[in-house]
């Protein structure tokens, strides 16, 4: 974008006057009782939450100077009228950023200047249900089985929300259940970590589960299912694998979840994947299979869970090596820690682990033991024990609130230990050989929450400490923060927040650091403050810095650049 | 400068849009009196969920079971990462044992997807919940009642079913509000 050009001054002060009015307008979100008399709705009621998010950031420090200082104005309304049976929901998002006001991009630079103003709808959806029937038509979310074969679900964390858009039927027995699924795969409009518009590729997706509850006193379920993708054509290549054509899958599920009792959960779930592959229709065609296996003893104090996982050649996506979380539809169990660390190859991975849980019950002090230990090998085709052997333990304790005290207090403390360890020689890294260290993560955590009355702090601190090795030899970098949170009553939140990271910096952020920040190096402080006008309706402005890196979730990781500037956030609701 | 015109014109009206809609009515909400009660409108859907595979509920949770029989329902979104989550549901967990008497209903749903899911159910009970807990591995559920998807997230539904309250986030200072707007729902003053 270019800067100081007289004729868009006038425009972005217009941009900017209607951000400041969309944000300051509304003082109060309290409705009267929305409900209306509607043709086949019958007695309808109807709802809205709206968020609007104004947004300047600053320099995000990458080498694109097109996405660098700007500002943005997001809206999105969530509408639904809901009646005896029938349930009408639809969401509209609208944003326009500044840059919009600047020239365009010069000629083969056009890809640079990904921001763009969008206003569509966006999940859409007609739902009717009825005792055991439910029928949809629109966008809808879908899982089958533990997510292994199909997963239609928001992550939050990568910034994936994709429905399948199309129809789905659903028959809930008490003994049998069914439902069929066929659409086109609908990721949300925009991508909410870097703002860009998210391309569409319309991949058609049927799927279908059959279920069954045994009659007799100890519930078992068992379930059936299977899919099948197919993915639209890539129009850009640059790929290293070819492309697929379509994904086939189909599966078994069986769940004992109260056995002894309800002392003892079972569940099991085998699924195989065919994969047809090959640029200009070549067909060829590959195999995969996923096994997902998990036992949970639950006594009085006591809780263990046992997990197995043995995924082979199993990626749910439109290519081997696909980099886009939301084109990914399979979220298979990863029975790993639910924090920061980099895990891979989610397709190809095979393992165990065991988790023990005690509760002092009935008092507030709880702990937790983990350990997970599995090979994984990045090249799907080759076998997860010929990778790289994953061990990760870690332990929380855990002090939860008790309210009849004036001074209440709780606290939430993590440490954990993980490596990876190489199982063989690596080709791209001569020198180095199998037995040693791939990667290492030392990581601890603590919330401290203090409240009396009307006040309470919550103190945030974590850390953590990384060696992984790389081209240039073994690299370590560290990753953590503070915060300090002060409440009073439901309608004030004030938060102080200091970030560190010296992760890849040189990689990320390719531009001068000398004027990044006031506090210099690898500190991104912030503040963030939140008034709430009443339960449903809140303010939120956030000023300051936050460190890019790498996030993961699901087997999926993103490279998120930095963030500087400023956020104003108005949520409302009827 | 007529498409900068009306893109300004288009932001300033849908923002206005939503203000209109958004401040209609007087308001009734005294968030730091005794008085916690906002009418926000809507009927939840009547969903169905499993409950936590090893948490305090076995079966389904069936909301409309419940909606229209003069119950009121409290509906907490949570999840097994989240760590106000954690400071919520033992604190729902005092108001439930208090006024389950009184026809309240608690019920808390995981958004733990299928690497957390099987932590959900033992979470709960470590938390000393006794509620019913239920899962939502497909989040279509959330989506409906939560289209922010927050953790947590509590929502209020009145003996008439109709929705009073809405909160994303949750903080011990709020207690005394939460305490007062609860008493109300369940008609034992406050």
Redesign the interface.
């Known amino acids: 974008m270019r800067r100081g050009r007289p004729?868009n001054a006038?425009?972005r002060a217009?941009?900017a006057?209607?951000?400041v009015?969309?944000?300051a307008?509304?003082?109060?979100?309290?409705?009267?009782?929305?409900?209306l008399d509607l043709p086949v709705f019958g007695h309808t009621?109807?709802?809205?939450?709206?968020?609007?998010t104004a947004r300047y950031r600053g320099d995000n420090y990458d080498f694109n100077t097109h996405d660098d200082r700007f500002g943005s104005?997001a809206?999105r309304?969530?509408l639904?009228l809901?009646g005896d049976e029938l349930?009408l929901?639809v969401?509209i998002d609208?944003f326009?950023p500044t840059t919009?006001?600047a020239d365009p991009c010069a000629p083969g630079t056009e890809s640079l200047c990904y921001l763009a103003?969008d206003?569509r709808p966006e999940?859409m959806t007609l739902?009717w249900?009825h005792e055991n029937w439910l029928v949809e038509a629109g966008d809808?979310?879908?899982?089958l089985g533990?997510?292994?074969a199909l997963?239609?679900?928001?992550?939050?964390l990568l910034g994936v929300d994709t429905a399948l858009r199309g129809a789905h039927v659903r028959y809930?027995g008490q003994y049998v259940r069914a439902r069929l699924h066929a659409g086109v795969a609908n990721p949300q409009n925009q991508d909410p970590i870097d703002l860009s518009i998210i391309r569409e590729f319309s991949d058609v997706v049927t799927a279908g589960t059959l279920g069954a509850t045994l009659p007799g006193e100890t519930r078992i379920d068992l379930g059936l299912h299977a899919a099948n993708l197919w993915f639209a054509d890539e129009p850009i290549g640059g790929f290293a694998q070819p492309p697929n054509r379509m994904v086939s899958i189909a599966g078994w599920s069986a769940e004992a979840?109260?056995l002894l009792d309800?002392r003892l959960?079972l569940?099991v779930e085998n699924d195989a994947l065919r994969r047809v592959w090959g640029a200009q229709g070549s067909g060829e065609q590959e195999f995969g299979r996923a096994t997902y296996a998990?036992a949970?003893l639950?006594l009085d104090e006591l809780?263990v869970?046992v997990?197995w996982k043995d995924y082979d050649n199993f990626l749910v996506a439109g290519s081997t090596d696909e980099s886009r979380a939301w084109r990914i539809y399979g979220?298979?169990?990863?029975?790993?820690y639910?924090g920061p660390q980099r895990l891979r190859a989610i397709g190809n991975q095979r393992g165990g682990g065991v988790?023990v849980?005690y509760?002092f019950?009935?008092g507030?002090w709880?702990f937790s033991i983990n350990e997970v230990a599995y090979g994984l090998n990045e090249e799907l085709r080759e076998d997860p024990w010929s990778g790289v052997l994953v061990s990760h333990t870690w332990a929380t304790l855990?002090r939860?609130?008790?309210?009849?005290e004036s001074l209440?207090w709780?606290l939430?403390f993590v440490l954990g230990w993980r490596e990876e360890v190489l199982l063989h020689d690596p080709v791209l890294m001569p020198g180095h050989r199998a037995g040693e260290l791939d990667r290492r993560m030392i990581h601890g955590q603590v919330?401290v929450?203090l409240?009396s009355?009307?006040?309470?702090f919550?103190i945030h601190v974590d850390h953590r400490h990384e060696t992984q090795l790389d081209f240039s030899g073994y690299r370590q970098f560290q990753v953590g923060g503070t915060s300090v949170?002060y409440?009073?009553?439901?309608?004030l939140?004030a938060t102080v927040g200091l970030r560190w990271s010296d992760y890849n910096l040189g990689e990320v952020t390719q531009r001068s650091m000398r004027d990044y920040n006031f506090l210099g190096g690898n500190m991104y402080p912030s503040v963030e403050v939140?008034y709430?006008f009443?339960?449903?309706?809140?303010l939120r402005l956030f000023a300051g810095q936050t460190p890019g890196g790498q996030i993961c979730s699901?087997g999926v990781c993103r490279v998120v650049p930095p963030f500087e500037g400023v956020l104003l956030q108005f949520?409302?609701?009827? | 400068m007529s498409k900068v015109r009306s893109l300004a014109l288009f932001v300033l009206g849908l923002s206005s849009f939503a203000a209109a809609l958004l401040g209609v009515g007087t308001p009734e909400v005294g968030l730091t009196g005794s008085v916690a009660r906002a009418l926000v409108g809507g009927h939840p859907p009547p969903f169905t969920l499993p409950a936590a595979v090893g948490g305090p509920s076995t079966g389904e949770f069936r909301l409309a079971e419940h909606l229209g029989q003069h119950r009121p329902v409290v509906i907490l979104f949570w999840a097994t990462w989240c760590v106000p989550c954690t400071q919520e549901m033992p604190f729902y967990q005092g108001l439930y044992a208090r006024y389950r008497d009184r026809g309240l209903r608690v019920v808390a749903i995981s958004m733990d997807d299928a690497r957390t899911v099987m932590r959900a159910g033992p979470a709960a009970r470590r938390l000393g919940v006794t509620y019913d807990v239920v899962t939502d591995l497909d989040t279509r559920v959330t989506t409906q009642l939560n289209p922010r998807r927050s953790a947590p997230f509590s929502i209020w539904v009145d003996r008439t079913g109709a929705i009073t309250w809405e909160r994303e986030g949750f903080a011990s200072a709020e207690q005394r509000v939460i305490e007062s707007g609860i008493a109300q729902l369940v008609g034992a003053g406050g």
């Not at chain 1, 009621?45 to 609007?52: L, N, Q």
């Not at chain 1, 997963?151 to 939050?156: E, I, N, P, S």
Request: glycine share 6%.
């Open positions: 004729r006038l425009a217009a941009v006057a209607a951000l009015l969309a944000s307008l509304p003082p109060r979100a309290v409705a009267q009782d929305l409900s009621t109807f709802s809205m939450t709206s968020t609007t104005l809206q309304f969530d639904a809901q349930r929901e969401r609208a326009v919009y006001l103003w206003l999940r739902r249900e809808s979310q879908l899982v533990r997510s292994i997963a239609f679900r928001k992550v939050d809930q979840p109260a309800g959960a569940y998990s949970q639950s809780t869970l997990e979220a298979a169990p990863s029975i790993e639910e988790r849980d509760a019950l009935p507030p709880s855990v939860r609130q008790e309210y009849a209440i709780s939430n919330e929450t409240g009355g009307d006040h309470s919550d949170t409440t009073f009553g439901v309608p939140t939140r709430s009443d339960p449903g309706t809140s699901g949520v409302g609701r009827l």
